[in-house]
T-cell receptor, first 117, second 114 residues
């Protein structure tokens, strides 16, 4: 079982809908990440939170809005998505993003399979 | 600049035979290297990591990898493939200049024939 929990597992939404993806970890990790993964491709980084502050936004369109309510939770709010946004969205966490962080592996959840119709 | 090259997009082996998945990296400093496995519709699971300790690293499910600095390689091996090993494998590099950046290889799909 993964130590990073993502909900929901599957989500189908229309282009005018508003929905949210949720991620939770209880490993005491201080860095949390959102990745997007298209079929047969490696994950692509979207956002990084470090100590609950957004530290990296990889030029992601504003229709994706991340939120980190506390050190254990990470949300991704979705609004006015396009069909090409359909993908597997993966949440990950790591012990730290600074210093020792380079030795700290990412721990991934099982993802949310998003389909935009 | 960091980069990771997985030399094979697909590898096919018979059950019970050895597995070799190849990975070469480029890094400005002493890197940390990882192998992950991803089964269909699942997240990525850490198999093993190299962080400048022993160059031969043992991981879960009988996998191991050897860090060879002179060849800038970190190939993944397993003595005997099992049907359950069929999955996508990603080689990943992080180094001191990477900060938050974690560089993924393109992935290698492992097929295991009965």
């Amino acid at each position: 079982d993964t130590e990073v929990t993502q909900t929901p597992k599957h989500l189908v939404m229309g282009m005018t809908n508003k929905k949210s993806l949720k991620c939770e970890q209880h490993m005491g990790h201080r860095a949390m990440y959102w990745y997007k993964q298209k079929a047969k491709k490696p994950p692509e980084l979207m956002f990084v939170y470090s100590y609950e502050k957004l530290s990296i936004n990889e030029s992601v369109p504003s229709r994706f809005s991340p939120e980190c309510p506390n050190s254990s939770l990470l949300n991704l709010h979705l609004h006015a998505l396009q069909p090409e946004d359909s993908a597997l969205y993966l949440c990950a966490s790591s012990q730290d993003s600074l210093g020792l962080g380079r030795n700290s592996p990412l721990h991934f959840g099982n993802g949310t399979r998003l389909t935009v119709t | 600049a960091q980069s990771v090259t997985q030399l094979d997009s697909h590898v096919s082996v018979s059950e019970g035979t050895p597995v070799l998945l190849r990975c070469n990296y480029s890094s400005s400093y002493s890197p940390s290297l990882f192998w992950y496995v991803q089964h269909p519709n699942k997240g990525l699971q850490l198999l093993l990591k190299y962080t400048s300790a022993a160059t031969l690293v043992k991981g879960i499910n009988g996998f191991e990898a050897e860090f060879k600095k002179s060849e800038t390689s970190f190939h993944l091996t397993k003595p005997s493939a099992h049907m359950s090993d069929a999955a996508e494998y990603f080689c990943v590099v992080r180094d001191y200049t990477g900060g938050f950046k974690t560089i993924f290889g393109a992935g290698t799909r492992l097929f295991v024939k009965a």
